[in-house]
């Protein structure tokens, strides 16, 4: 018998796909790890589940406790799954820029959910720093803190990177993400880079985040803004130090709409914005290195999430991101 222990039990294990219109248009393999396929719908369930597995270990949350954390979403339902899953309660700040159908959908798992203003992570009411404070004043509660606990980026170089390398049999040339706590990425990157250092491990990266120009110059400089969630970041996190980085690549609105269109009509796949940029990052590198490389990315969520921006027609086209049809 195959039966998985409820929700915690199928979390990971997700499937490597090739998408195939972009795999024929470039003459690489290009692969996504379906990690919309996780139990509470994106990569981020493997997070939340090593975060609380983490402190569980520690002996920081105790049965009854509370999981709070500050997040743009995706972190937040995976807690708000695996506290359900493991009777603890959540409390998610959350930026009041991010979709309607996250917030709705985090309430509807029973968490409690902030939304705050969206100021710049120097401002002391950044809502990562509040949720760290407002943590910090419960009794029996932990602070996620995705951004700089490294539990992130163990669940991604204990599970993700194995499974890629496994999947693949050894056959990969490229490993491209895009990072917002930078767990993806790192955990990945690291996991490869002892099995082949001459994979090539690049950074995928919207505009109005400054990892790219970090990446190419050394200095965090934003240009530009974009309409992706939960992905960017203008400072490096604890998950993101000491990392392998061989380049960044930078993907802007137009192309990751373009790149989620062609996915849905000619790939069948419905997909959020942020695997726009990340499959746009993965194209452009298989242009790069030439035709006969196998190229890795990460195909965060689902398009349901984003239905009332990225796959609205009037939205996209008071932003002028129409795609060409």
Known sequence: MDIKDGFIGTVGNTPLIRLNSFSEETGCEILGKAEFLNPGGSVKDRAALYIIQDAEEKGLLKPGGTVVEGTAGNTGIGLAHICNAKGYKCLIIIPDTQSQEKIDLLRTLGAEVRPVPAVPYKDPNNYVKLSGRVAQEMDNAIWANQFDNLANRNAHY?????????QTGGKIDGWVAATGTGGTYAGVAL???EKNPDIKCIVADPMGSGLYSYVKTGEISPQGNSVTEGIGNSRITANMEGVPIDDAIQVDDHEAIRVIYQLLSQ?????GGSVGINVGAAVALAKEMGPGHTIVTVLCDGGARYQSRLYNQEWLSAKGLLPQQ
């Not at 204990?158 to 496994?166: D, L, N, R, V």
């Not at 790939?267 to 997909?271: A, I, K, R, V």
């Open 158 to 166: 204990e599970t993700t990177g194995p499974e890629i390398w496994e």
């Open 191 to 193: 996991f490869l880079k």
């Open 267 to 271: 790939d069948g796949l419905f997909m």
